[in-house]
Nanobody, 125 residues
């Protein structure tokens, strides 16, 4: 089974940027769809973005469209989430998740069986 480790979280001010990375080990990333989720304590986990393995199609939840970009590097076995123009409402623990052979990724958490431990993103002035 693959293992996922998130990195790159931190505290920033509104309007600033962060790049989150998800490093996958145990298999070749090229066979996996990857998604980013986020969760605020007491609230349901929300799908943020995902990238398919078959054609690198990408999807974003409406609240981050135009601000976040997901990309993958199959040679490094990493998937990055570039976050720009961050807002206070982006504050959450961010998780990456993956599923092998998922032709079209989605933003529903039941699609994914492997999860990272999460990284905190705090946007505050």
């Amino acid at each position: 089974q693959v293992q996922l480790v998130e990195s790159g979280g931190g505290s920033v001010q509104p309007g600033e940027s962060l790049r989150l990375s998800c490093t996958v080990s145990g298999d070749f990333l090229q066979y996996y769809a990857i998604a980013w989720f986020r969760q605020i304590p007491g609230k349901e986990r929300e799908g943020v973005s995902c990238i398919s393995y078959s054609d690198d199609s990408t999807y974003y939840t409406d609240s981050v469209k135009g601000r976040f970009t997901i990309s993958r590097n199959n040679f490094k076995n990493t998937v990055d989430l570039h976050m720009h123009s961050l807002k206070a409402e982006d504050t959450a623990v961010y998780y990456c998740a993956t599923e092998r052979g998922l032709l079209a990724c989605g933003l529903d958490d039941y699609l994914y069986n492997s999860w990272g431990q999460g990284t905190q993103v705090t946007v505050s002035s």
